[in-house]
């Protein structure tokens, strides 16, 4: 088995700020994804990976930087946190075969004062 | 707009009870997937049905798919408390990499 870290848990910022969640597999899983989710509107993507080095953006990647330096770690950037924005913001990887079936983390919650 | 969506927001049902929670998508699909999220987890999979396929169980969860109406279920039979999450139907990934989540069905198991 293996398992997704995601650092930090909670992450408090404060408006126009810059912050950055971590997130670490040990699966050794080619793909990699980060999701936003908010109270009644699902899980969103913002960015995912492939393979090392590379990004590909998702549905929600505006005002979103990532960063895919190896294979086992995927950064995600807000450039400019929003006040009042609250969300979880869940890491997930994947084997890149036809399955398709991807293993989340517990999550990170922003909190933006 | 969603590929893929819940048809509920929430459901209650009490412990011992059956529960169906659907699914509709608007693509055409290699296969649907099914998770389960825990208060405080990330999402957890439950089933992946594939568009040859009609049904497809897992312990007391039985999931069908229905590619001419684009519509899917997922029953839960006996339901226990620990049945207790928001599910939430799946498309894409595989080769397509990029899996779309509908906005998730709360369900709530009481005792």
């Known amino acids: 088995g293996g398992i997704i870290t995601q650092t930090p848990k909670f992450l408090i910022g404060q408006e126009g700020q810059k912050l950055t969640l971590k997130c670490q597999q040990n699966?050794?899983?080619?793909?990699m994804y980060w999701y936003r989710q908010d109270s009644g509107k699902g899980l969103r993507l913002i960015y995912y990976?492939?393979?090392?080095?590379?990004?590909q953006k998702g549905d929600l990647s505006e005002g979103y930087d990532a960063s895919r330096e190896k294979k086992s770690s995927f950064s995600l950037t807000v450039t400019s946190a929003q006040k009042n924005e609250m969300a979880v913001f869940l890491c997930?990887?994947?084997?890149?075969?036809?399955?398709?079936?991807?293993?989340f983390g517990e999550g990170s919650k922003l909190t933006v004062l | 707009s969603q590929l893929a969506e819940e048809n509920s927001w929430a459901l209650s049902v009490h412990e011992g009870e059956s529960v169906t929670v659907n699914c509709s998508y608007k693509?055409?699909?290699?296969?649907l997937q099914w998770y389960r999220q825990k208060s405080g987890k990330g999402p957890a999979q439950l089933i992946l049905?594939?568009?040859?396929?009609r049904e497809k169980r897992n312990g007391r969860l039985r999931a069908t798919l229905d590619t001419s109406s684009q519509s899917s279920s997922l029953s839960i039979t006996a339901t226990r408390c620990e049945d207790t999450a928001v599910y939430f139907c799946?498309?894409?990934?595989?080769?397509?990499?990029?899996?779309?989540f509908g906005k998730g069905t709360k369900l709530s198991v009481k005792s």
């Open positions: 049905i594939r568009s040859n396929e």
């Open positions: 997930a990887s994947s084997i890149r075969d036809n399955t398709g079936q991807l293993y």
């Open positions: 693509t055409s699909i290699t296969a």
């Open positions: 699966f050794n899983h080619d793909t």
């Open positions: 799946a498309t894409g990934g595989g080769s397509n990499a990029k899996l779309t």
């Open positions: 990976s492939i393979t090392e080095n590379d990004l």
